[in-house]
């Protein structure tokens, strides 16, 4: 009815007749003419970009009126749009606005995510029904909505996007970023606190799955896997040349740095392969933690210089960044197998890349790169000792389901005037 509406009252128009009728309405002089076909094209523009609001009719207007068009030239000042509602009397507008406007004020709480990397929201929507929240996924940042979106979220759920300072500038309402996972070096954290804004996270929801993918990429390098795969695709089956030999874990050393949630959970698994020993280095933790849990507490250089297979368990800080580079490399025995499922920036690339290339390291098991995701040219690629996966240590059914809960939880928390489950800031 209301397209039925708009294009008769458009075709009917005399493209230049423009300039009649309330001012504000309409661009100002010295801008051509919009003619019957580039109101329709921007109507459509319109109802494509709150084409999710359509299950919410009252939002969807509520846009319309709201939305100024990328590109228009008068659009930046002006709060709605001139194309289409010129096509509609000012009377009838206003009475429109007032009441939707006041029917959206007692509507939904916008809950925005900014990279969408699960498809489906349905656990966070359904612990954020209790305050009558609702989810928008972010599909496109240079979209004219941003502004407003970004204005009205009370609550922000982030994954691996830069949440910068100039982006939670923009967040004039909200109250809480959630981060869907451990770490949360995409989050400019004082920048939130400066704007009271609490930061949380969800530091316990994947340690089972970080731990067993730990695991797994050592065994794989500690075993050779991807050769003696290759071995049996190619059909060589060890004829020709001689096949690849390994070591007996047994006799070996591991080094885990950094022991909190990861690096305790992956200890855990490690003693049953019975390592001769397992040397720990975390200045932040207890000695008498460690030694509990069956580690050796040693400082940072005497770990790289004693352990076969290293484990990086530590957060991405300013300390942390290259914590593994030439130097360290330099320093680790020949041959030594190092496991990262932490951050990529935590060792630096380039050097490492070398020393797999030397044969310094003898095996890596990555999980994490400096730059994700890693490019097809990437160096990295070409070595034959590595055990490469997607940024996946993380990943599992119910490890999945844990992190959406318990980030709406953080989101819900805070909404209902109490302290995020796992908060990483103190803005009050
Ligand atoms: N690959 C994945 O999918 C995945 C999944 C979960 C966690 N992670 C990453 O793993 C890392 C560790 O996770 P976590 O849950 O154990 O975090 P955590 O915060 O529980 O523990 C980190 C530990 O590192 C220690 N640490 C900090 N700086 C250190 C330093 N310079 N030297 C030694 N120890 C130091 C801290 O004291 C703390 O005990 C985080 O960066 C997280 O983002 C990745």
Sequence with gaps: MLLLFFLRRNLRRNPSGHSKGNKSLFPPAGYPPLCALQRLLRFIKILQISGKYCKYPFKAVKLFLRTPFSGSPWSSSQRFCPCFF???????????????????????????????????????????????????????????????????????????????????????????ISRYGVGYDNVDVEAATRKGIWVARVPDYCVEEIATHTLSLLLSCAR???????????????????????????????????????????????????????????????????????????PFTELLSEADCLCLHVPLTRDTYHLISENEINRMKNGVIVINTSRGPVIDQAAFVSGLNSGKIGWAGLDVFEKEPLSADDPLMQCPNTVLTPHVGYLSRQSLS????????????????????????SPL
């Design 86 to 176: 010129s096509s509609v009397p000012p009377v009838l507008i206003r009475k429109v606005k007032k009441a939707l406007l006041g029917r959206v004020v007692m509507g939904k709480r916008l809950i925005l995510v900014t990279d969408d990397r699960f498809g489906s929201y349905a656990e966070e929507e359904a612990v954020l029904s209790e305050v009558n929240a609702e989810i928008h996924v972010v599909k496109n940042w240079e979209s004219c909505c941003m502004p407003d979106l970004l204005r009205q979220a009370e609550g922000v759920f982030t994954n691996l996007f830069n949440l910068n300072s100039q982006i939670i500038r923009q967040l004039e309402n909200c109250k809480v």
């Design 224 to 298: 050779q896997l991807p050769l003696y795969r290759k071995s049996v695709r190619e059909g060589a089956w060890g004829k020709g040349e001689p096949l690849p030999v390994c070591d007996r874990l047994q006799e070996k050393v591991l080094g885990i740095i950094g022991f909190g949630h990861a690096g305790k959970g992956f200890l855990k698994k490690a003693m049953s392969i019975g390592f001769r020993k397992i040397l720990v280095n975390d200045p932040y933790v207890d000695e008498e933690q460690i030694v509990e849990a069956g580690g050796i507490p040693v």
């Design 402 to 425: 844990e992190l959406k809960t318990k980030a709406a939880q953080n989101i819900l928390r805070v909404l209902k005037g109490e302290r995020p489950l796992y908060p990483v800031n």
